[in-house]
Protein backbone atom coordinates (compact mmCIF):
# COMPACT_ATOMS: atom_id res chain seq x y z
CA UNK A 1 0.00 0.00 0.00
CA UNK A 2 1.00 3.49 -0.71
CA UNK A 3 -0.13 6.80 1.09
CA UNK A 4 -0.83 9.84 -0.21
CA UNK A 5 -1.66 13.12 0.77
CA UNK A 6 -2.17 16.28 -1.63
CA UNK A 7 -0.96 19.75 -0.68
CA UNK A 8 -1.37 23.31 -2.48
CA UNK A 9 -4.74 23.75 -3.49
CA UNK A 10 -6.41 27.06 -3.01
CA UNK A 11 -7.79 30.40 -4.73
CA UNK A 12 -5.64 31.69 -7.32
CA UNK A 13 -6.44 34.27 -10.27
CA UNK A 14 -6.93 33.10 -14.12
CA UNK A 15 -3.65 33.31 -15.81
CA UNK A 16 -1.70 32.88 -12.52
CA UNK A 17 0.15 29.65 -11.25
CA UNK A 18 -0.25 27.34 -8.31
CA UNK A 19 1.60 24.53 -7.76
CA UNK A 20 -0.09 20.92 -6.71
CA UNK A 21 2.18 18.06 -4.39
CA UNK A 22 1.71 14.64 -3.43
CA UNK A 23 3.20 13.24 -1.16
CA UNK A 24 3.42 9.35 -0.86
CA UNK A 25 4.52 7.09 2.40
CA UNK A 26 4.49 3.56 2.42
CA UNK A 27 5.60 1.18 -0.11
CA UNK A 28 8.57 2.49 -2.54
CA UNK A 29 7.23 5.41 -4.41
CA UNK A 30 9.05 4.23 -7.38
CA UNK A 31 7.70 1.35 -8.34
CA UNK A 32 4.57 3.23 -9.22
CA UNK A 33 3.35 5.72 -12.00
CA UNK A 34 1.35 8.04 -11.01
CA UNK A 35 -1.23 10.76 -12.08
CA UNK A 36 -3.40 13.50 -11.02
CA UNK A 37 -7.03 14.06 -11.52
CA UNK A 38 -9.69 16.01 -11.04
CA UNK A 39 -13.33 16.38 -10.73
CA UNK A 40 -15.48 19.46 -10.85
CA UNK A 41 -19.01 19.70 -9.82
CA UNK A 42 -21.71 17.28 -11.68
CA UNK A 43 -19.02 16.27 -13.76
CA UNK A 44 -17.09 13.06 -14.08
CA UNK A 45 -13.33 13.21 -12.87
CA UNK A 46 -11.17 13.13 -15.86
CA UNK A 47 -7.27 12.74 -15.88
CA UNK A 48 -5.48 15.61 -16.08
CA UNK A 49 -1.55 14.24 -16.30
CA UNK A 50 0.54 11.03 -15.63
CA UNK A 51 4.24 10.29 -15.22
CA UNK A 52 5.40 6.56 -15.42
CA UNK A 53 7.88 5.36 -12.42
CA UNK A 54 11.39 7.04 -13.63
CA UNK A 55 9.80 10.47 -14.89
CA UNK A 56 10.66 9.83 -18.50
CA UNK A 57 7.39 9.19 -19.76
CA UNK A 58 4.42 11.62 -19.20
CA UNK A 59 0.93 12.17 -20.69
CA UNK A 60 -1.37 15.29 -20.51
CA UNK A 61 -5.04 15.73 -21.38
CA UNK A 62 -5.79 17.54 -24.51
CA UNK A 63 -7.42 20.13 -22.99
CA UNK A 64 -4.37 21.69 -21.21
CA UNK A 65 -2.64 22.49 -24.32
CA UNK A 66 0.51 23.35 -22.22
CA UNK A 67 -0.70 24.88 -19.68
CA UNK A 68 0.48 22.52 -16.91
CA UNK A 69 3.46 19.88 -16.24
CA UNK A 70 3.93 16.64 -13.87
CA UNK A 71 7.04 16.03 -12.64
CA UNK A 72 8.22 13.66 -9.26
CA UNK A 73 11.42 13.56 -7.36
CA UNK A 74 11.60 10.01 -5.90
CA UNK A 75 14.35 10.74 -3.47
CA UNK A 76 11.58 12.80 -2.03
CA UNK A 77 8.49 10.70 -2.79
CA UNK A 78 6.95 13.46 -4.20
CA UNK A 79 4.78 14.12 -7.51
CA UNK A 80 4.42 17.61 -8.83
CA UNK A 81 1.65 19.13 -10.61
CA UNK A 82 2.47 22.84 -11.91
CA UNK A 83 -0.78 24.96 -13.03
CA UNK A 84 0.34 27.50 -15.16
CA UNK A 85 -2.35 30.10 -17.04
CA UNK A 86 -5.00 28.23 -15.12
CA UNK A 87 -8.42 29.06 -16.18
CA UNK A 88 -11.56 29.08 -14.38
CA UNK A 89 -12.50 26.07 -15.95
CA UNK A 90 -9.95 24.27 -13.87
CA UNK A 91 -11.94 24.70 -10.80
CA UNK A 92 -11.88 21.23 -9.65
CA UNK A 93 -11.02 19.05 -6.99
CA UNK A 94 -7.37 17.62 -7.95
CA UNK A 95 -6.11 14.28 -7.08
CA UNK A 96 -3.10 12.40 -7.35
CA UNK A 97 -3.14 8.66 -7.75
CA UNK A 98 -0.64 6.04 -8.01
CA UNK A 99 -1.05 2.82 -10.71
CA UNK A 100 1.23 -0.25 -11.00
CA UNK A 101 2.32 0.82 -14.96
CA UNK A 102 1.99 3.90 -16.65
CA UNK A 103 -1.28 4.03 -18.20
CA UNK A 104 -2.73 0.70 -15.84
CA UNK A 105 -5.31 1.04 -13.04
CA UNK A 106 -5.25 3.51 -10.20
CA UNK A 107 -5.74 1.86 -6.78
CA UNK A 108 -4.29 4.60 -4.58
CA UNK A 109 -5.81 7.72 -4.59
CA UNK A 110 -5.08 10.51 -1.83
CA UNK A 111 -8.13 12.79 -0.59
CA UNK A 112 -7.82 15.55 -2.38
CA UNK A 113 -7.33 19.43 -2.60
CA UNK A 114 -9.50 22.00 -3.95
CA UNK A 115 -8.05 24.54 -6.62
CA UNK A 116 -10.60 27.46 -7.39
CA UNK A 117 -9.79 29.53 -10.26
CA UNK A 118 -10.96 33.41 -10.42
CA UNK A 119 -11.75 35.24 -13.55
Known amino acids: QVQLVESGGGLVQAGGSLRLSCAAS????????MGWFRQAPGKERERVAA????????YYADFLKGRFTISRDNAKNTVILQMNSPKPEDTAVYYC????????????WGQGTQVTVSS
Open 51 to 58: INWSGTST
Open 26 to 33: GRTFSNYA
Open 97 to 108: AAANIMGGQYAH
